[in-house]
T-cell receptor, first 113, second 112 residues
Framework: AQSVSQHNHHVILSEAASLELGCNYS??????LFWYVQYPGQHLQLLLK??????LVKGIKGFEAEFIKSKFSFNLRKPSVQWSDTAEYFC???????????FGRGTSLIVHP | SQTIHQWPATLVQPVGSPLSLECTVE??????LYWYRQAAGRGLQLLFY??????ISSEVPQNLSASRPQDRQFILSSKKLLLSDSGFYLC???????????FGQGTRLTVV
């Protein structure tokens, strides 16, 4: 079965610091990749997604992620975080043609003003 | 545009009581529907998914069941709740295998 690993479970940063959250998956075939964000008290929202094409994907709110096939990775980045980025972040992977995304355990990000 | 409704937002139920959580999707037809459970530090665990009316696939054996009586309605049920059923339950939908999933607001279930 496919698995998704998020290496950082808790991250604490100060405003303006750079962010990189790791995501690795185990499936060797075609994959669709996602990052979701869950702000406190809100529902899961899509930050960005990769289906094909340019492996560097731009998302909302200044986030981006890079798909590196050889490393089975899809790390999320933001050059300068804000207090409002405090949230839980989930990486998800779907095998190409599958209906079912598999989620990582999530990373809790706290940004201090 | 499409929207997903999930209710109730919070629920407190005694052990042994039945459960029914409802989820409906508007603005689309024949969606794929999902029930997930979210536990702190453990991510989202897929419980059930459905690709059509009356078709339910279960991912993990447990005290819960799901039904899809209508195209855009997905129900999570239990005949007798256990303490271990407490958690945050999320309904989601997707259009097809080439699109992302969209999530409802979730239901916080506490079994006492």
């Amino acid at each position: 079965a496919q698995s998704v690993s998020q290496h950082n479970h808790h991250v604490i940063l100060s405003e303006a610091a750079s962010l990189e959250l790791g995501c690795n998956y185990s499936y060797g075939g075609t994959v669709n990749l996602f990052w979701y964000v869950q702000y406190p008290g809100q529902h899961l929202q899509l930050l960005l997604k990769y289906f094909s094409g340019d492996p560097l994907v731009k998302g909302i709110k200044g986030f981006e992620a890079e798909f590196i096939k050889s490393k089975f990775s899809f790390n999320l980045r933001k050059p300068s975080v804000q207090w409002s980025d405090t949230a839980e972040y989930f990486c998800a992977v779907k095998e190409g043609g599958s209906y079912i995304p598999t989620f990582g355990r999530g990373t809790s990000l706290i940004v201090h003003p | 545009s499409q929207t997903i409704h999930q209710w109730p937002a919070t629920l407190v139920q005694p052990v042994g009581s039945p459960l029914s959580l409802e989820c409906t999707v508007e603005g689309t037809s024949n969606p794929n529907l999902y029930w997930y459970r979210q536990a702190a530090g453990r991510g989202l665990q897929l419980l059930f998914y459905s690709v059509g009316i009356g078709q339910i696939s279960s991912e993990v054996p447990q005290n819960l069941s799901a039904s899809r009586p209508q195209d855009r309605q997905f129900i999570l049920s239990s005949k007798k709740l256990l303490l271990s059923d407490s958690g945050f339950y999320l309904c989601a939908w997707s259009k097809d295998s080439h699109t992302e999933a969209f999530f409802g607001q979730g239901t916080r279930l506490t079994v006492v």
